[in-house]
């Protein structure tokens, strides 16, 4: 039997996405509301090891992501090991480590990256799109994603319905 376990990504997912390079600003964007507190949920339901945080970034802002998972204490609320938290440099290194961790579900806000993850194997693909745009009904590709608004959704399709 597959082990399931859960990949997602840090901006657009965990945190809004803040451009420039201003430290200050990059820290004052908070998580996602509900995120550290499902992800908290997940771990205390059995899947201590089995979350993986697997972001795509520049060295630049992996260590504002590192700093701001820190300021945010997300490794004291949500007990995810520090280790299983990664960061890649381009679409293939990321769905590789993916890979690597048996990812079976991956959250992410780019579809790019989710049918890239589909193509190393992660069947379960949540696209987390906050709002819905004018696009979602012109393309036929979302039908190999379950749409996520807000983490009260991904609560509700990993927990309530016993997903992972």
């Not at 997940?42 to 970034?57: A, E």
């Not at 769905?95 to 048996?102: C, E």
Request: hydrophobic share 40%; aromatic share 14%; glycine share 6%.
């Amino acid at each position: 039997m597959k082990i399931n376990r859960l990949g997602l990504d840090i901006g657009g997912v965990l945190k809004d996405i803040s451009w420039g390079g201003d430290r200050d600003l990059f820290l004052s964007v908070p998580p996602k509301q509900k995120s550290f507190e499902v992800l908290r949920e997940l771990y205390d339901s059995g899947y201590k090891d089995k979350i993986w945080i697997i972001s795509k970034c520049k060295p630049f802002i992996e260590s504002r992501l590192r700093e701001w998972l820190y300021h945010y204490d997300f490794y004291a609320k949500t007990l995810i090991n520090e280790k299983n938290v990664v960061f890649a440099r381009d679409d293939e290194e990321k769905a590789t480590y993916a890979k690597a961790a048996g990812v079976t579900h991956f959250i992410d806000d780019q579809i790019g990256i989710l049918l890239r993850m589909s193509k190393f194997g992660v069947d379960n693909l949540y696209l987390f799109k906050p709002e819905e745009t004018e696009h979602e009904a012109r393309y036929k590709i979302y039908s190999q994603f379950i749409i996520v608004r807000s983490w009260d959704d991904i609560h509700k399709n990993l927990l309530n319905n016993s997903e992972l």
